[in-house]
């Protein structure tokens, strides 16, 4: 059965990284998760200063890129971990602190080219499940499967609460909705790369939608391009 490169994007909180870490366990691919990517070099511009009052210091970021280097080591339950200049930073990533800021660097230019140029090498060889928000718009756009997740403002928000709560962070659901409607409208805005649903892509609403059933969904949509 040949490998196909799968291209996951949609909002927030959608379970996109759920599902391409799912896909990828069960087909034997490569997992690239581009949100850490983002999150990372945010982590980097709030340890450096670039960040104040929510307002990004373009220019310092900017000359600052040529330092940052990211990379993905698999665990012991053989997850992806993120590291940015040989630091693991799995656990800082996922703040709320990081997602307030994660959309506003996200539309810097420069960031995006040098991450979509690093995300592009990684996927170049097939074999390969990618999630994000331009996937398969900008990064992937010959994947064989595109996919565009989306589900129940209300219900992303719940899922997200309840993560940030297993990790020990208390946030309000209000609090939670809000940022997710916010990073919408960044995301979905930005010249750079918008969030944007390729003509091409299978929409995957689960908001009704169990992991396991979404799963068998998307197993059938892959089969279909592999054994074509």
């Not at 080591?73 to 971990?81: F, I, K, M």
């Not at 996937?135 to 992303?156: C, Q, S, W, Y």
């Amino acid at each position: 059965m040949k490998k196909i490169s799968i291209a996951i994007d949609g909002y927030s909180s959608c379970g996109k990284s759920t599902l391409a870490k799912q896909l990828a366990k069960q087909l034997g691919y490569v997992y690239v998760d581009t949100g850490a990517m983002y999150r990372a070099v945010t982590l980097f511009a709030m340890q450096n200063n670039f960040i104040n009052d929510g307002e990004v210091n373009t220019e310092h970021l900017v000359e600052s890129l040529p330092e940052i280097s990211i990379h993905f080591e698999l665990n012991e339950e053989n997850h992806p971990v993120t590291y940015l200049n040989q630091k693991k930073v799995e656990a800082e990533i996922r703040t709320m602190e990081v997602s307030n800021n994660v959309s506003k660097v996200g539309t810097i230019k420069e960031v995006r080219q040098k991450l979509v140029f690093l995300q592009q090498q990684m996927g170049a060889k097939g074999g390969v499940v990618m999630d994000g928000r331009d996937i398969g718009t900008v990064v992937m756009p010959e994947a064989e499967l595109k996919i565009f997740m989306t589900a129940d403002n209300n219900v992303r928000a719940k899922r997200r609460w309840l993560e940030l709560k297993e990790k020990g962070q208390e946030e309000t659901i209000e609090s939670v909705l809000e940022n997710l409607k916010h990073r919408d409208n960044i995301d979905s805005t930005r010249a750079e790369s918008p969030l944007t649903q390729a003509n091409d892509a299978l929409v995957l609403d689960n908001t009704n939608l169990s992991r396991d059933e979404q799963l068998k969904l998307v197993l059938k949509w892959v089969k279909e391009r592999t054994s074509a």
